[in-house]
């Protein structure tokens, strides 16, 4: 039996065989947001609607007369898929409720980059979320403004060179450390947030059926790799995606009613370096340089586990999304 | 039968987008717009409609969250004043690319700056070429009226296009005035539920907003402009169904006094009335005067507009905007050009007036026609002038 035999022997029993995210589509070779897209509508199943904001994801998707997108899908501008999204949400709701439309369960699901989530969208998304619409949030981040030629945002890491911070003969790479947006999440008290990667599809696909089931509002923070951005082989975006959470620069875990937990557990770290030196993008760093990430990382990792052994779940508390409801 | 109470014109808007059953608003407050949202909040939260009131965080956010809920189906209403248009200025002409039926108010504000919260027209303005169907309310009666019909004539599927209905802040928004409130009977029966053309839905996935190349997208904005110059039958079926059932009538370009007239004073909006008095007094005085009031700004009324004013030696057109720079106000630069071709056609003279609340009496209106009438009579007409500016 070849391979692909036995993939359609056993595969549909763990993933939805159906396409919503069509071939066909423009994005680059080793794609990982393209990839991510592909597994999280398969999570989500057909009764979801897309609101998704301008990016690479958009504009590689929808060239009319065509497009890739089986699922219903709306896009308005670059900052605003919460807002749309949130929309959307109430939209549905409101027809469901007086039976303009099938009583069913359809979710609303915004997606964006990390430029349209962490920058430029971080209002509407905030907004949406403390709103409590009933709407999952994917951020894909493939930490820069991609579509637009690789400039840096508040998702760039530290050390990074972009368009507009570039390895200078003074300035070396971007000069900030990345904005930590699934904390913020956690800190508007959304119900279920987790970061995710398509380098770990099962883990990932899991997180979006679990967001999908919250009443109310989820985050899922998605690295996602771009070899064109990240001046890296195209062939290695999942050995890439799997770096970044082998070296402990990107964990995987999720925030449940407050309550953190590893979904992927590390028994040891990798040394960054093993990350980093695969990446055009940070060629230029001196050893010193790769030890303050590495010091930098270690901290936020040590971080991250003092809060999933120390933190409890709201669920012990009785809490509800939503007084009224 | 339809009973008239008095009422806050702003309350009464509020009133007014109830009556139409609307699925869902999103609105950010702004002074003068504030009481609309308000009021709006009370109809929902009192449950005297079933609707989701999303109480956004921006304006932004406020026109991108109905139409999201637009392309689901829904009946979406949202209202705002000066900066919050501005703000909304990026999502406008989004919103009418995609064909999107919304309504939404606007309660007519100066633009910052200085700052200034009350009325002139310049925030609507900017918002020319957004492809947004554009009316201007004179009065309580008509933001009630225009305010049903507009929900008719955006969501009609020879139209589906967003519309803008203004009324001016404070002068209008914060006048108690008596208005005639259909029956919710009646109003049902003039605005049946929305039947879309097509939604959101998984039952069938469609795609809205995609990429348009250089291939397609001279054709989509051409299509959209006809679109929207298309719409004017749909304006005019609508006025002439309201007419039918609640007798009163609606044109694109109202008059007073205008048939016989030599001199034309034309004005947007509630200053109307005042200026209304004004033509009163100079008939009296023997001067053949008239009044020409511009409801619908886009699609423009070119036909209407130059019938009423070709027989006019002079026609003073007032904007309370002004385009820096520009040969005149946006509403007098429109209509010079309209005439341009015209073998008869009026001296054109321009007004900016009324900015920033500057507050405009009859007398004002009244020496305003005396001047120009006398540098028309020399033939002088400047391009355009402040009224009663300093410095
Ligand atoms: C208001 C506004 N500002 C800027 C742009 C230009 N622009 C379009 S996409 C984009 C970057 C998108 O970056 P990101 O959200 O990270 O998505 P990616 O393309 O990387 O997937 C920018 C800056 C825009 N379309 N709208
Ligand atoms: S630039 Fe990066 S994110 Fe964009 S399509 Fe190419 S690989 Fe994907
Ligand atoms: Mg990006």
Redesign the pocket.
């Known amino acids: 039996m070849s391979i692909i035999e036995n993939f359609d022997l056993f595969a549909p029993k763990l993933i939805d065989k159906k396409e919503y995210f069509c071939p066909g589509h423009r994005?680059?070779q080793?794609?990982?947001?393209?990839l991510a897209i592909r597994l999280m509508c398969k999570a989500l199943g057909p009764d979801t609607v897309i609101a998704n904001g301008t990016g690479?994801m958009e504009v590689?998707s929808s060239f009319y007369p065509t497009t890739a997108w089986e699922l219903p899908w709306i896009h308005l501008a670059f900052e605003n898929a919460a807002a749309v999204g949130s929309g959307v949400e109430a939209g549905l709701k409101v027809l469901r409720r007086k039976g303009r439309i099938p009583d069913r369960d359809v979710k609303a699901v915004a997606i964006a980059g990390d430029g349209g989530t962490m920058d430029i969208g971080m209002q509407a998304l905030s907004g949406a979320m403390e709103r409590g619409h009933d709407m999952l949030y994917v951020c894909l981040d493939?930490e820069a403004y991609?579509?637009t030629g690789i400039q840096r945002s508040s998702g760039t890491p530290m050390g990074a060179s972009t368009t507009t911070s570039p390895a200078g003969k003074v300035i070396q790479g971007k000069q900030e450390w990345k904005k930590n947006v699934p904390e913020i999440m956690v800190a508007h008290n959304v119900p279920y947030v987790a970061t995710a990667s398509p380098s770990y599809p099962f883990d990932f696909m899991n997180k979006v059926k679990k967001a999908r089931k919250v009443k109310g509002p989820s985050y899922i923070h998605c690295l996602?790799v771009?070899?064109?951005?990240w001046r890296s082989a195209s062939e290695e975006t999942i050995k890439l995606g799997r770096l970044a959470v082998e070296t402990g620069v990107f964990p995987l875990y999720e925030v449940e009613d407050g309550k953190y937990k590893m979904t992927i557990e590390m028994d040891e770290l990798r040394p960054v370096e093993d990350y980093l030196k695969r990446q055009g993008r940070f060629r230029h760093l001196t050893p010193e340089q790769t030890e303050k990430i590495q010091a930098k990382v270690s901290q936020e990792y040590n971080k991250l586990l003092d809060k999933v052994h120390g933190l409890h779940s709201w669920s012990d508390l009785e809490f509800e999304w939503g007084l009224f409801e | 039968m339809a009973k008239q109470v008095g009422m806050e014109v702003g309350i009464a808007a509020a009133e007014a987008v109830g009556l139409c059953n609307i699925d869902m608003a999103a609105v950010y407050p702004i002074t003068p717009q504030s009481h609309i949202a308000e009021h709006l909040s009370d109809i929902v939260a009192d449950g005297r409609i079933d609707a989701e009131f999303v109480t956004v965080e921006s304006e932004h956010t406020s026109i991108s969250c109905v139409s999201g809920a637009s392309a689901t189906g829904a009946r979406v209403y949202t209202a705002t004043s000066s900066q919050g248009l501005m703000y909304m200025h990026e999502i406008l002409p989004i919103v009418s690319a995609m064909r999107l039926p919304v309504v939404m108010g606007n309660a007519n504000r100066a633009i910052s700056g200085p700052i200034n919260i009350w009325n002139d027209h310049s925030d609507i303005m900017p918002q020319r070429d957004a492809g947004w169907i554009v009316f201007f309310a004179e009065s309580g009666q008509e933001v009630v009226d225009m305010t049903i019909q507009s929900f008719k004539i955006a969501e009609d599927n020879d139209v589906m296009l967003p519309v803008c209905l203004n009324m001016d802040g404070f002068q209008l928004t914060h006048t108690v005035e008596l208005i005639e409130f259909p029956d919710q009977k009646e109003v049902d029966k003039f605005l049946p539920v929305r039947k879309p053309f097509a939604t959101l839905h998984p039952d069938h996935p469609i795609s809205m907003g995609t990429l348009g190349m250089p291939e397609i997208y001279a054709e989509s904005r051409k299509s959209q402009d006809e679109a929207l110059i298309n719409s004017k039958k749909t304006i005019f079926k609508v006025w002439d169904e309201w007419e039918e059932m609640f007798g009163r009538r609606y044109k694109p370009v109202e008059t007073y006094l205008a048939e016989d007239a030599e001199i034309l004073l034309l004005t947007m909006g509630s200053m109307g009335e005042t200026a209304e008095i004004a033509i009163d007094e100079l008939r009296k005085k023997g001067m053949r005067v008239g009044l020409v009031k511009l409801r619908l700004w886009r699609p423009f009324p070119f036909e209407e507009l130059k019938a009423v004013v070709k027989k006019a030696k002079l026609l003073i057109v007032t904007d309370r905007a002004v385009s820096f720079g520009g040969s005149g106000g946006p509403v007098f630069i429109e209509i010079k050009s309209a005439l341009y071709h015209e073998k008869e056609r009026p001296l054109v003279y321009n007004s900016i007036i009324g900015l920033g609340g500057r507050d405009v009496p009859v007398r004002d209106f009244v020496k305003l026609i005396e001047e120009a009438a006398k540098s028309g009579e020399k033939g002088i007409i400047k391009d355009y002038e402040y009224y009663g500016v300093r410095g």
């Open positions: 994005a680059c080793g794609c990982g947001e393209a690479c590689i493939n991609m579509n996602s771009c070899p064109t951005g």
